[in-house]
């Protein structure tokens, strides 16, 4: 009978008879098992813990130990190896209860007939064989159910391949590679060497050509996939997973001595991870779109105003994050400057879409020449009726460059931050968010005087999860009570000083200063 290895289980006679010991070696060795000896306890327990050992056959009366003893051990030290008890002694139905009491699978009873050791070995070996399968399946789909929960949670296509290839090596005990394609074109391979080991991420070209949609397995030669030292004298399997005609495969390579028939596990690591990718590509792409649209709608230059410095800095959401609604406006009409700034509630490329529409609506009745709180009242009522779900905040101010005059409304808009001499000042304007039915506060109406600096922003740059939107306006004020020369140095430094490393919102920043 064979192991799960593919050769010849190995067995361990253990008797202080040399005669009985020559017999059951024999019978078993003719049985085509592969059998090794030991004529005492001791000898039986170090054999043992040196080599593979399928199933120990187990004299009862032993010159040191107790066989019950000697069984004990070893279930203490290898609960997989099954014990046969043989005794020409110990024969009553006492000793046969307690030698199968302290672990042993079987007690035969001399004298034995070759016939029923054999079947009783054979027996014994089935049983554990389909115990070790049965318990191997059940740890690797753990490990599947724990490398999918991963895989998913991921936040960027790069570490996606490197935690899968980490799952895929600590499920198969193994190394393992996992190769993809990003949604740029970029094929990516995670390697890992082993459980346990950090994966990393290399370049790698694959041949896609005749790959199906679906689930396939090809058993290969290593040198196909130079990714990683295999293990000497094995081929390596690969599991390929194509979701969609249209999509590159997903590819998991591990070495094939780790396979079991039918390959379930890894068959099913393969297609989990290729959804993770198609959902990490899908991300990726309407990231790419959102980003995309959000640029193409923002102004392309800055206006040239007489007496006014103009500054701006906007900074969408890293790749990591979707992006959001942030938008700002400058443009001049008739005379005045006309700025604003405002934030669609969410995250997502629908956002990016309404704020395009918002935008282009406050440009439409800004040109009609309403003042800030009529266009507002406009473009609420235009959500409203076109936009039902949508919220969003808005701010718009109309300055007149040679005096001074500012005509400004706030829709739920964070405060501007007015600059003046080392002075911070907050111009509230409290007034209901964009998508909502409620009364309006009359424009406010103030003179910006010459060297006063005023900053409008998203939330951003001042929001954070471990923070209160106080803490967040007292530490904008305390990096904008000095305004530098070049307002695109003050802007990069608002930035730089307050804004996280990796953006998880879009930010918005515009800066006017009058001269």
């Known amino acids: 009978m064979t192991v799960d290895g593919g050769g010849p289980a190995t067995l361990l006679v253990v008797d202080d008879s040399r005669t009985k010991r020559y017999l059951l070696v024999s019978w078993l060795t003719r049985a085509g098992y592969t059998v090794l000896e030991a004529e005492n306890g001791a000898e039986a327990l170090a054999r043992v813990d040196t080599d593979r050992i399928d199933l120990v056959v187990l004299d009862v009366r032993l010159p040191d130990l107790s066989g019950y003893e000697v069984c004990e051990r070893i279930k203490e030290a290898h609960p997989a190896i099954p014990v046969i008890h043989v005794s020409a002694h110990a024969v009553d139905v006492a000793d046969r209860a307690q030698g199968l009491t302290r672990g042993a699978d079987a007690y035969l009873a001399e004298p034995i007939e070759p016939e029923e050791l054999i079947a009783t070995t054979r027996a014994v070996l089935r049983y554990y064989q389909a115990r070790q399968r049965a318990e191997l399946l059940a740890e690797r789909l753990l490990g599947l159910a724990d490398t999918t929960v991963a895989v998913h949670a991921a936040a960027t296509f790069a570490r996606l391949l490197e935690v899968a290839a980490e799952g895929a090596a600590q499920i198969f005990k193994s190394p393992a590679a996992v190769i993809a394609e990003t949604f740029d074109g970029d094929c990516l391979a995670g390697i890992c060497a082993g459980p346990g080991a950090e994966a990393a991420i290399v370049p790698w070209v694959v041949d896609d050509t005749g790959v199906p949609t679906g689930a396939t397995v090809k058993v290969e030669a290593p040198a196909n996939w130079g990714l990683l030292a295999w293990p000497a004298d094995d081929t390596v399997t690969v599991a390929a997973a194509r979701l969609r005609e249209d999509r590159a495969p997903l590819y998991v390579v591990v070495p094939t001595a780790t396979q079991t028939a039918r390959t379930p596990v890894l068959v099913q690591l393969a297609q989990a991870v290729a959804a993770a990718v198609e959902a990490q590509r899908s991300f990726d792409e309407e990231h790419r779109i959102a980003v995309t649209l959000q640029r193409s709608l923002l102004p392309r230059s800055l206006p040239t105003v007489a007496g006014l410095d103009l500054a701006v800095r906007y900074e969408p959401a890293s790749a990591q994050t979707e992006v959001g609604g942030d938008f700002y406006e400058l443009v001049m009409l008739d005379g005045h400057l006309l700025l604003a700034i405002g934030d669609v509630a969410g995250h997502s490329l629908h956002a990016a879409t309404v704020m395009a529409e918002l935008r282009h609506a406050v440009r439409a009745y800004a040109v009609e020449g309403h003042q800030p709180g009529e266009i507002l009242h406009r473009v609420n009522e235009l959500m409203r009726t076109l936009l039902p779900n ?111 490393s990796k953006i998880q919102d879009d930010v918005a920043v515009v800066a006017l200063r009058r001269r």
């Open 390 to 500: 949508e919220l969003a905040t808005l701010c718009v101010l109309l300055l007149h460059p040679p005096t001074g005059r500012v005509r400004l409304a706030s829709a739920g808009h964070l405060p501007p931050l007015l600059q003046q001499n080392g002075k911070i000042e907050f111009v509230q304007h409290s007034a209901p968010l964009l998508g909502v039915r409620a009364p309006r506060p009359a424009d406010l109406e103030f003179v910006l005087p010459a060297g006063a600096t005023l900053v409008f922003y998203t939330d951003g740059l001042i929001e954070r999860r471990d923070a209160t939107i106080d803490e967040g306006l007292a530490a904008l004020a305390a990096v904008a009570a000095t305004v530098d020369d070049d307002l695109d140095e003050f802007c990069a430094r608002l930035l730089v000083e307050l804004a996280p």
